[in-house]
């Protein structure tokens, strides 16, 4: 099996740059594989299935007209995507953690954003915003209005990441042991932090794997996984 797995595109109406590089990348990569995996932020906000605007609308039907299968996993900026829009795109939803079998090689797949814990106000806002309360609270809400709110907690994300250090925004190394241990696997593959690489990861016997995917500005990078040989590429657009 060939699958092509991406993350942060952080698609936007007001970036139709963004929009044409993604529609570039399934014609051209996405053709002739099995299995196109999508790792969260996949648009820069999203607030509800129920907006149903010309450009919510588009992507679904990109999706929908590629011939491989689509995995969607939710990510920090588009965890409200439900039913509805995996309907219109023909894609399925990913837990997050979940596990793929690479052709005999067991991956873990994450967004990446739930390992970022020293970042202590993220992780609050995080379990917040994930909670059923807000989020039955926050859909019944005119979607204007829910437009608003989500630039408000973009606002302060982005003054917030200004202020935080360096080392506190990426993934936690310790975190990242365990989650691969718990999922009794080797390799691991997230997105989020936007710093795309290949680590080595010390798990005592043995060590394993992570791939962190690229966000998307005027190049990305992501990772190709023919059968169980997998290879982070460069996409420059
Ligand atoms: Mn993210």
Redesign the pocket.
Known sequence: MKRIFI??LHLDPQREDLTSAFEAFLENHCQDIDELYIL??FFEVWLGDDDDSAFNRGIAADLAALPCKVYLMH???DFLIGETFCKQSGAELLGDPSIVDLDGTPALLM???SLCSLDAEYMKARQLLRSPAFQADFLQKPLEERATIARQIRGESKAHTRETAEDIMDVTPSEVVSAMNDAGVFLFIH??THRPDVHEVDLGEQSGRRYVLGDWHTSMKYLVADGSEVDLRHYQF
């Open positions: 993350s942060d969260g932020d990510g920090n900026r967004h990446g954003d997105g989020h």
